[in-house]
């Protein structure tokens, strides 16, 4: 690509290359983002499939979903785009076999599309790695549930971390779990998000300082903006959520494209990938406006966005207690799990202190679903004072 003089310095933007392919800001992956806008029903998620591939996506993600992996029960309604929501019990009523997944990564792939799926736990990570996918993808509120990055890494299958409500010390430990090639979304957690919010400059930048390829996953409502800016700033990965109607019942239906608009993204990524980041820039600046287009590329300044701030400590994962714990009993596997605080809960301690705590006694009663923090820890088992 030619210099991009409306971007700054210059900085080096990586590729991602791996046995799955190869893609660049002038090729880039274009990732469905499906999710579980299926409902569990397979007849619709092959639907979906084929509606995405008709749609000019190369690959096809999904989410692998066992509620206990993911949020408490006492976690009460979470506010989604479609309103205030039972999630535990939504989430239940999704969970299916890894034998659907296998359906559904034969009919992703019998389209020629990449078969891509996020899991949430050490249950679901298993299984889906047991599928052999040519790539998989962890979440952004799972960017610290360290266990689960270790045992993705250990797989060696290539992995791309969405990096939402995180910070760069988030990202750094995150990516230290990692050896195979890995790639990092910069996504802003808001449904949906400010495009204002997105501070693209930032992409080469941070492709540049942590040696990988960057790309975005873009929760806002535009299919134009984000994603091309992006391109851009040298992005070789998009990623938009996808359905075949926003008034669909799907979890993030709301602010997800359907089939002509995500075409639409398509079709100008395709026109656009070849072109110079200073002529794509112009053109979204003749369509949108300059001062929204420099407020979307921003400043490049790695910080968590202001959509977002409020979701960080609890969108992402913490130490909670899975059962009430009373003063004097032993933190065990049992007792204690890293899950989504959301926002009526307390929120714990972050996963990096999972295996301290499991040395210690409580030091006072912990309530079922309640994080678990520094008062909470109380003396050494005799075991770990050996």
Same mark, same amino acid.
């Given at each position: 690509?030619?210099?991009?003089?409306?971007?700054?310095?210059?900085?080096?933007?990586?590729?991602?290359?791996?046995?799955?392919?190869?893609?660049?800001?002038?090729?880039?992956?274009?990732?469905?983002?499906?999710?579980?806008?299926?409902?569990?029903?397979?007849?619709?998620?092959?639907?979906?499939?084929?509606?995405? $591939?008709?749609?000019?996506?190369?690959?096809?993600?999904?989410?692998?979903?066992?509620?206990?992996?993911?949020?408490?029960?006492?976690?009460?309604?979470?506010?989604?785009?479609?309103?205030?929501?039972?999630?535990?019990?939504?989430?239940?009523?999704? %969970?299916? $076999?890894?034998?659907?997944?296998?359906?559904?990564?034969?009919?992703?792939?019998?389209?020629?599309?990449?078969?891509?799926?996020?899991?949430?736990?050490?249950?679901?990570?298993?299984?889906?790695?047991?599928? $052999?996918?040519?790539?998989?993808?962890?979440?952004?509120? %799972?960017?610290?549930?360290?266990?689960?990055?270790?045992?993705?890494?250990?797989?060696?299958?290539?992995?791309?971390?969405?990096?939402?409500?995180?910070?760069?010390?988030?990202?750094?430990?995150?990516?230290?779990?990692?050896?195979?090639?890995?790639?990092?979304?910069?996504?802003?957690?808001?449904?949906?998000?400010?495009?204002?919010?997105? +501070?693209?400059?930032?992409?080469?930048?941070?492709?540049?300082?942590?040696?990988?390829?960057?790309?975005?996953?873009?929760?806002?409502?535009?299919?134009?903006?984000?994603?091309?800016?992006?391109?851009?700033?040298?992005?070789?990965?998009?990623?938009?959520?996808?359905?075949? $109607?926003?008034?669909?019942?799907?979890?993030?239906?709301?602010?997800?494209?359907?089939?002509?608009?995500?075409?639409?993204?398509?079709?100008?990524?395709?026109?656009?990938?070849?072109?110079?980041?200073?002529?794509?820039?112009?053109?979204?600046?003749?369509?949108?406006?300059?001062?929204?287009?420099?407020?979307?590329?921003?400043?490049?300044?790695?910080?968590?966005?202001?959509?977002?701030?409020? +979701?960080?400590?609890?969108? +992402?994962?913490?130490?909670?207690?899975?059962?009430?714990?009373?003063?004097?009993?032993?933190?065990?596997?049992? +007792?204690?799990?890293?899950?989504?605080?959301?926002?009526?809960?307390?929120?714990?301690?972050?996963?990096?202190?999972?295996?301290?705590?499991?040395?210690?006694?409580?030091?006072?009663?912990?309530?079922?679903?309640?994080?678990?923090?520094?008062?909470?820890?109380?003396?050494?088992?005799?075991?770990?004072?050996?």
């Amino acid at each position: 690509m030619e210099d991009k003089p409306s971007l700054g310095a210059q900085e080096e933007v990586r590729s991602f290359h791996c046995s799955a392919g190869s893609w660049t800001a002038q090729n880039p992956l274009i990732i469905a983002e499906i999710g579980t806008g299926h409902g569990g029903e397979l007849s619709k998620a092959f639907e979906l499939i084929d509606a995405a $591939s008709e749609a000019g996506a190369s690959c096809a993600k999904f989410q692998h979903v066992y509620a206990k992996e993911i949020i408490h029960p006492a976690t009460g309604l979470v506010p989604l785009p479609g309103g205030d929501t039972p999630l535990y019990e939504i989430f239940q009523g999704l %969970e299916r $076999s890894i034998g659907f997944y296998a359906q559904l990564k034969e009919r992703t792939e019998g389209r020629g599309m990449i078969f891509l799926c996020t899991p949430f736990g050490a249950k679901s990570a298993q299984e889906l790695i047991d599928l $052999s996918p040519k790539l998989m993808k962890v979440a952004s509120p %799972e960017l610290n549930h360290l266990p689960l990055l270790r045992q993705l890494a250990a797989s060696g299958i290539a992995t791309i971390l969405s990096s939402g409500v995180s910070s760069l010390e988030d990202i750094k430990t995150a990516l230290a779990c990692f050896s195979a090639p890995t790639a990092l979304l910069h996504c802003v957690t808001a449904y949906p998000a400010p495009p204002q919010d997105y +501070n693209l400059r930032l992409l080469p930048k941070l492709s540049s300082l942590l040696g990988i390829p960057l790309g975005v996953s873009d929760h806002s409502l535009d299919p134009i903006l984000i994603p091309l800016l992006s391109l851009a700033c040298g992005a070789c990965i998009i990623e938009k959520h996808f359905c075949l $109607s926003r008034s669909d019942s799907g979890l993030d239906d709301p602010i997800a494209l359907d089939p002509q608009d995500f075409k639409r993204m398509t079709m100008r990524i395709v026109e656009d990938a070849e072109k110079a980041s200073s002529l794509i820039i112009g053109r979204l600046e003749e369509e949108y406006g300059k001062n929204l287009v420099d407020a979307c590329l921003g400043d490049g300044v790695k910080r968590l966005a202001p959509a977002e701030k409020a +979701n960080y400590g609890r969108t +992402n994962r913490s130490l909670h207690a899975l059962v009430d714990i009373r003063a004097g009993d032993a933190f065990s596997p049992e +007792n204690v799990a890293i899950l989504r605080t959301e926002k009526i809960l307390r929120p714990g301690l972050e996963p990096a202190w999972y295996e301290a705590i499991l040395t210690r006694k409580a030091a006072r009663d912990i309530e079922a679903g309640q994080g678990i923090v520094w008062e909470d820890l109380g003396p050494l088992l005799p075991q770990a004072k050996e």
